[in-house]
């Protein structure tokens, strides 16, 4: 159900919190978005460095790839991985949703939509929260990023928007006109001029939660989910003034929210954990691929051509990470494309549908979903740094300028996120190098809140890091997948390496070359 009210250029959808269900137990989960690990310490985060220091500190964990910010919130809401939970990137070509170009997986419409077209399954598995609420417990859900809707798009919601960017998103039960007017007065100072930042939108989100969804007490279960230091690092680099600005900000917010829980009464009995969706890198170079298609004869284009041929390409930028959708599957055209890539200086890995020599399948990176692309390309990454001395450059699509932060390759630097868990149930200072990754956070969460998980879900409770947890003895594999191809008498190379504990397995880093290529170089206007 959706209700919209008005209020000058602000548009607001509302939703809450259910009944309270269980006092006695409480998980809070907060999301900080784009938060490299490497910069969880006493200088850059003090309050989340010492949430470490007083639980678990997952050294070895893992986003799921693509590492983009909609396919991971629909990880860590599902616990499986884009094929079964069916959607795998920020931008998608879905033309039961949009039949021209693609889409936002995250814009309320398209999911709307998405769930009108697959009688609900937009997310063709449920997400946890859903299965809390039919166990009876108390959710409440607060994002800046339209993300959180995938968390339970199904119930009431509120958007509240500034000049059409979203700023806070809440998800639970209907509210009364009483409450939603009680929400409406707490936002108000919030909009006096005609622009928010991203640290104000945080603080409101989280001051949101706090004093009106836990007034009255905490509930079972509370995700938050911060835009930062995602924004920053985009507009100026990991490492830069701006994004350690930010990441202390969202550090005052988890202060917010742990002070909130001492006034509360409920700091014992719960647990917290904090979780980033993804890596960052820095761009090295950003890359005009349509442009460069076109050059090299391709028909391309970032939505479908009026009357689109067979072989027209549409191509979905992810930032580090391209789609390429080739009309009517035509094999042929899929084939010069795959040659062409190959033989480019900024190709890393590549995946594909079909059995094409030099790629490896969708399959290996969970990514053969029935909305799948023909063709789905990571740009090629490095190690070295950037002008604030912080590792790991990629090249990316067109949307953004070299210098600049992105994400979603198969770098170790996007692959490798931030994980820490705090409280009653978790070990207390203690350092984890067991391999762990997002979808593992959703059947950790069942089982805090005695919660059966589902057969569909496919990561693994942490047990490891749990008081009363299995004392597992861990055998930890690592193995690499390599696929080459000889073009024009040169060898192009690309591996993918993978952690396996047991029977999961989480994507360490993958990358591809080709020996001498060219430099690509944009066509001239």
Request: net charge negative.
């Given at each position: 159900?959706?209700?919209?009210?008005?209020l000058?250029?602000?548009?607001?959808?509302?939703?809450?919190?259910?009944?309270l269900?269980?006092?006695?137990?409480?998980?809070v989960?907060?999301?900080?978005?784009?938060?490299?690990p490497?910069?969880?310490?006493?200088?850059y985060?003090?309050?989340?460095?010492?949430?470490?220091?007083?639980?678990?500190?997952f050294?070895?964990?893992?986003?799921?790839?693509?590492?983009?910010?909609?396919?991971?919130?629909?990880a860590l809401?599902?616990?499986?991985?884009?094929?079964?939970?069916?959607l795998?990137?920020?931008?998608?070509?879905?033309?039961?949703?949009?039949?021209h170009?693609?889409?936002?997986?995250?814009?309320?419409?398209?999911?709307k939509?998405?769930d009108?077209?697959?009688?609900?399954k937009?997310?063709?598995?449920?997400?946890?929260?859903?299965?809390l609420?039919?166990?009876?417990?108390?959710?409440?859900?607060v994002g800046?990023?339209s993300?959180?809707?995938?968390?339970?798009?199904?119930?009431?919601?509120i958007?509240?928007?500034?000049?059409n960017?979203?700023?806070?998103?809440f998800?639970?039960?209907?509210?009364?006109?009483?409450?939603?007017?009680?929400?409406?007065?707490?936002?108000?100072?919030?909009?006096?001029?005609?622009?928010?930042?991203a640290?104000?939108?945080?603080?409101?989100?989280t001051?949101?939660?706090?004093?009106?969804f836990?007034r009255d007490?905490v509930?079972?279960?509370?995700?938050?989910?911060?835009?930062?230091?995602?924004l920053?690092?985009?507009?100026?680099?990991?490492?830069?003034?701006q994004a350690?600005a930010?990441?202390?900000?969202?550090?005052?917010?988890?202060?917010?929210?742990?002070?909130?829980?001492?006034?509360?009464h409920?700091?014992?009995?719960?647990?917290?954990l904090?979780?980033s969706?993804?890596?960052?890198?820095?761009?090295?170079?950003?890359i005009?691929?349509?442009?460069?298609?076109?050059?090299?004869?391709?028909?391309?284009?970032t939505q479908?051509?009026?009357?689109?041929?067979?072989?027209d390409?549409?191509?979905?930028?992810?930032?580090g990470?391209?789609?390429?959708?080739?009309?009517?599957?035509?094999?042929?055209?899929t084939?010069?494309?795959?040659?062409?890539?190959?033989?480019?200086?900024?190709?890393?890995v590549i995946?594909?549908?079909?059995?094409?020599?030099?790629?490896?399948p969708?399959?290996?990176?969970?990514?053969?979903?029935s909305?799948?692309?023909?063709v789905?390309?990571?740009?090629?990454?490095?190690k070295?740094?950037?002008?604030?001395?912080?590792?790991?450059?990629?090249?990316?699509?067109?949307?953004?300028?070299?210098g600049?932060?992105s994400?979603?390759?198969l770098?170790?630097?996007?692959l490798?996120?931030t994980l820490?868990?705090?409280?009653?149930?978790f070990?207390k200072?203690?350092?984890?190098?067991?391999?762990?990754?997002?979808v593992?956070?959703?059947?950790t969460?069942?089982?805090?809140?005695?919660?059966?998980?589902?057969?569909v879900?496919?990561g693994?409770t942490?047990?490891?890091a749990?008081v009363?947890g299995?004392?597992?003895?861990?055998r930890l594999?690592?193995?690499?997948?390599e696929?080459?191809?000889?073009?024009?008498?040169?060898?192009?190379?690309?591996?993918?390496?993978?952690?396996?504990?047991g029977?999961?397995?989480?994507?360490?880093?993958g990358?591809?070359?080709?020996?001498?290529a060219?430099?690509?170089?944009?066509?001239a206007?």
């Amino acid at each position: 159900m959706v209700n919209r009210l008005f209020l000058s250029f602000i548009a607001l959808t509302f939703s809450v919190v259910a009944t309270l269900a269980d006092a006695s137990r409480h998980v809070v989960l907060i999301v900080w978005d784009g938060m490299r690990p490497d910069f969880v310490t006493e200088k850059y985060a003090p309050t989340l460095d010492k949430l470490a220091r007083d639980g678990v500190r997952f050294r070895n964990h893992h986003s799921v790839y693509p590492t983009a910010t909609d396919v991971n919130g629909a990880a860590l809401a599902t616990g499986s991985y884009p094929n079964r939970n069916g959607l795998c990137a920020n931008l998608e070509f879905r033309p039961d949703i949009d039949s021209h170009q693609p889409i936002d997986t995250s814009d309320p419409e398209a999911i709307k939509r998405g769930d009108e077209t697959s009688h609900g399954k937009y997310l063709s598995v449920p997400t946890f929260p859903e299965l809390l609420r039919q166990a009876g417990k108390s959710v409440a859900l607060v994002g800046t990023k339209s993300v959180a809707l995938l968390f339970d798009r199904h119930n009431d919601w509120i958007v509240v928007q500034m000049q059409n960017r979203p700023i806070t998103i809440f998800a639970g039960a209907p509210m009364s006109v009483k409450q939603r007017d009680e929400l409406t007065k707490l936002i108000g100072p919030f909009f006096d001029e005609t622009k928010a930042t991203a640290a104000q939108r945080n603080d409101f989100a989280t001051r949101a939660l706090t004093e009106f969804f836990w007034r009255d007490g905490v509930p079972d279960f509370s995700l938050l989910w911060l835009s930062e230091p995602d924004l920053a690092q985009h507009n100026f680099a990991p490492g830069s003034p701006q994004a350690l600005a930010a990441i202390k900000a969202v550090d005052d917010d988890l202060a917010t929210v742990l002070g909130a829980l001492d006034k509360n009464h409920v700091r014992d009995s719960t647990d917290v954990l904090v979780v980033s969706d993804h890596g960052f890198s820095t761009i090295g170079r950003s890359i005009d691929l349509i442009a460069l298609l076109n050059s090299a004869g391709f028909h391309a284009a970032t939505q479908l051509f009026e009357s689109p041929k067979p072989g027209d390409i549409v191509v979905a930028g992810n930032g580090g990470t391209v789609l390429f959708y080739v009309q009517n599957h035509d094999r042929e055209t899929t084939q010069r494309l795959v040659d062409w890539l190959q033989r480019s200086d900024f190709a890393g890995v590549i995946l594909t549908g079909g059995r094409l020599d030099g790629t490896f399948p969708l399959s290996a990176a969970r990514m053969d979903t029935s909305n799948a692309a023909d063709v789905v390309m990571s740009f090629r990454w490095n190690k070295s740094e950037n002008e604030f001395q912080v590792c790991g450059k990629i090249d990316a699509d067109w949307n953004r300028k070299a210098g600049e932060g992105s994400h979603a390759t198969l770098s170790p630097f996007d692959l490798h996120n931030t994980l820490i868990a705090s409280g009653r149930d978790f070990i207390k200072n203690k350092e984890s190098d067991i391999p762990t990754g997002n979808v593992d956070i959703a059947p950790t969460i069942l089982r805090l809140l005695r919660v059966k998980s589902p057969d569909v879900i496919e990561g693994r409770t942490l047990s490891e890091a749990m008081v009363d947890g299995e004392k597992v003895p861990w055998r930890l594999r690592t193995r690499t997948a390599e696929t080459n191809r000889i073009l024009e008498r040169r060898l192009y190379e690309a591996y993918l390496e993978t952690l396996t504990v047991g029977e999961y397995s989480y994507l360490k880093e993958g990358n591809g070359s080709f020996p001498d290529a060219p430099r690509m170089t944009m066509p001239a206007k």
